[in-house]
């Protein structure tokens, strides 16, 4: 057989915005009015073969900033053999990660470390294309050493050893035929944040509610912590909505000082809340502990802010959380997130992913379905965000039936978007932004 000599040969960059501010849909204490954008690429190859789709989420302004460093990437990129790099993602993962002068942005944080998920990611997505898998496929069938291989222990080796890693990976392929079957039947858990904007009234949060219910979601999530008044009344309807026996969490979107997480989480505990997610800073792990220890049985949760696999380490080394909220889009793609899953199983706290924004559903069932059939075996406890917005721009969209992510067969990692949402969303030439803006000029010229 010739040698495949494919290589990628260009990193095409798109910052695409969507106008969701205008409806409020996404609206919470810290984020009054978010235009959810995706700073988005293509990983083109000399082959007529699959493409690499990948991209991180941003909330509008500074979309350009998170495209400007995924292009400072490029260089370790192009050129790279396909087969060699779909072979081992972590070589391009370290090379990524190791580059001394970009690190200095850093380190393994912030937009510099978004921009390395959303390459590392469209690299898997290559991957997983060139398998004929879905990305939760490729990995839950993969060896358990070469799955090892894929993860950087680098400062988490204290909390978790390659050894232990490698126990929890083969107990994680016994019955996990059993699992993909299930999960191929019945799909993954989700809950739904659509009803729970801060934004939205106390009609359009009743009528909402109970379409989740009627849905069959078992868990809806209210934003909260910009008045106390408000929250309480929100919370109240929200609860006469789904009854008892539905699972209502609230979200802070980290608006408080640690003594203010846990008096105001307490006053909404007659509502039963089911978890405070970020209830303060994302870095603050001893402020979460605190929290933790001060609102039980009220559980803590946080994680999509959560910059990367050490603070996730110290979380659960100090018992600060009791729910690990990972995010697909955060932190240095595919391979940290493998990491992240590990630690999770390792200290038995249950992985229920943020999601939303602009595909970040897509991405992340991949990582939830893969966590169930091959490393913690199960979805008791666990369930993945689903927002219900902007799916229609994807060409793989998520399908949620019954309360549950149906589990995608596409191959891939579900990251492509259409051409036309593309064409279309682009900043500032595309055609809704071009429109937009002539039209904001016409309203300001006087009479
Ligand atoms: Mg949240």
């Not at 396909?82 to 200095?104: F, K, M, N």
Request: hydrophobic content about 40%; some cysteine.
């Amino acid at each position: 057989m010739a040698t495949d000599t494919t290589r990628i040969v260009a990193v095409d960059t798109y910052d695409i915005r969507f106008p969701t501010s205008r409806e409020l849909d996404g609206s919470d204490a810290m984020n009054p009015d978010p235009d959810y954008s995706a700073a988005y690429l293509v990983l083109r190859t000399s082959a007529d073969g699959p493409e690499g789709h990948g991209f991180t989420f941003t909330i509008g302004r500074g979309n350009d900033v998170q495209v400007a460093a995924i292009q400072a990437l490029r260089e370790h990129v192009v050129g790279r053999s396909v087969a060699e790099v779909c072979a081992d993602p972590a070589s391009l993962h370290r090379d990524l990660v190791g580059d001394s002068q970009l690190r200095w942005l850093g380190p393994e944080k912030g937009v510099m470390h978004m921009a390395i998920g959303a390459v590392v990611n469209a690299v898997w997505d290559l991957a997983a294309k060139r398998e004929g898998k879905p990305l939760w496929r490729l990995l839950a069938d993969a060896e358990p050493e070469w799955l090892l291989s894929q993860v950087d222990f680098r400062y988490i080796a204290d909390a978790l050893s390659p050894d232990e890693a490698l126990h929890l990976l083969r107990r994680g392929k016994e019955g996990s035929a059993d699992r993909a079957a299930e999960l191929l039947r019945r799909g993954y858990p989700a809950y739904t944040t659509s009803p729970g904007w801060l934004g939205y009234s106390d009609e359009k949060l009743t009528r909402l509610a109970h379409e989740a219910v009627a849905d069959g979601f078992r868990q809806i999530k209210l934003k909260v912590g910009a008045d106390l008044a408000d929250d309480i009344r929100r919370c109240r309807v929200a609860r006469a909505a789904i009854g008892p026996d539905i699972r209502m969490a609230i979200d802070a979107n980290q608006r408080w000082n640690v003594a203010e997480a846990i008096s105001w989480t307490n006053a909404l505990a007659e509502f039963d809340p089911y978890w405070i997610e970020e209830p303060t800073s994302p870095d603050d792990v001893l402020g979460h502990a605190t929290v933790r220890e001060r609102v039980a049985p009220i559980r803590v949760a946080t994680g999509e802010h959560v910059q990367n696999r050490i603070i996730f380490k110290q979380l659960l080394q100090a018992g600060a959380i009791d729910v690990l909220q990972l995010d697909a889009a955060r932190v240095g793609g595919v391979n940290e997130n493998l990491a992240i899953l590990l630690l999770a199983a390792k200290y038995g706290v249950p992985v229920c992913p943020h999601a939303g924004g602009v595909g970040l559903c897509e991405l992340v069932q991949h990582l939830s379905m893969f966590d169930y059939v091959a490393l913690s075996g199960t979805t008791e406890d666990r369930v993945i965000e689903f927002v219900d917005h902007l799916h229609q721009h994807f060409v793989d969209p998520v399908v949620i039936d019954d309360g549950h992510y149906r589990a995608p067969t596409a191959p891939g990692f579900s990251a492509a978007m259409h051409r036309a949402s593309i064409d279309t969303y682009r900043y500032p030439q595309g055609d809704f932004w071009v429109a937009d803006l002539a039209q904001q000029q016409n309203t300001e010229v006087p009479a």
